[in-house]
Each structure stands twice: as structure tokens, then as C-alpha cells.
Nanobody, 122 residues
Framework: QVQLVESGGGLVQAGGSLRLSCAAS?????MGWFRQAPGKEREFVAT????????YYADSVKGRFTLSRDSAKNTVYLQMNSLKPDDTAVYYC??????????????????WGQGTQVTVSS
């Protein structure tokens, strides 16, 4: 069982920046982030493949968010810039099991973090 430990998040004004981190206790094929706002379904934000470093982003965050990895630390970082009130949500780190193809579907992710709140004020 892989454990995911998240850090970062908090309150920021619109236009500001935040960085989220997520460390995994074991090997996975990819790690990424989803978010869920009150009354809405959990939605894909970004994911990165460990082998090769390919990244995938939701259209809503392209050009504003950057996902990177540190293989030595088994950690991924989500740099969020130009934040908007619509980005307000609980952000969840997620990881795909070994051998699982890249996907944006949450039900394919085997491991999840506890979630961290991101609030963007207008």
C-alpha cells in the first residue's frame, strides 16, 4: 500500500500563487492532482508520468499550473500561479498503480492523499 502525504495549500488572493507537494511512500506509475469544490464532482487537474516526465493538464489550468517531479524524493509539486476564485477547492493528490496507463479518470487512481484546502479570495 502506497501512502501519499500532501503539504501546501491555504488562503491566497486572486492573482496569487501557491505550491502543493505530495510525497509517495512507494513506487507508482504516475502522480497527479484532482480537486473538488463544494457541490461539484471531483475533477482532474494534472498528472505526471514518472518515466519520461510527460505531463497532462486540464484545460482550465493550462498555462497557469505547472506539475513537476523529484524522483529522488518520490515527490511531485504543483505550482499554481494566477489563481482565480474558481480554483477554490479541496485538492487531492492521487497516484496510479504500477502498470496502469495514464488517465484523467479518478476511479483509475489507486492511491489518494487526505486532501488540502485551497481558497482563493476575490
Amino acid at each position: 500500500q502506497v501512502q501519499l502525504v500532501e503539504s501546501g495549500g491555504g488562503l491566497v488572493q486572486a492573482g496569487g500563487s501557491l505550491r502543493l507537494s505530495c510525497a509517495a511512500s512507494g513506487r507508482t506509475s504516475a502522480m497527479g492532482w484532482f480537486r473538488q469544490a463544494p457541490g461539484k464532482e471531483r475533477e482532474f487537474v494534472a498528472t505526471i508520468i514518472w518515466s519520461g516526465g510527460s505531463t497532462y493538464y486540464a484545460d482550465s489550468v493550462k498555462g497557469r499550473f505547472t506539475l513537476s517531479r523529484d524522483s529522488a524524493k518520490n515527490t511531485v509539486y504543483l505550482q499554481m500561479n494566477s489563481l482565480k476564485p474558481d480554483d477554490t477547492a479541496v485538492y487531492y493528490c492521487a497516484a496510479l498503480g504500477l502498470g496502469t496507463p495514464p488517465t484523467t479518470k479518478p476511479y483509475n487512481y489507486a492511491y489518494w492523499g487526505q486532501g488540502t484546502q485551497v481558497t482563493v479570495s476575490s
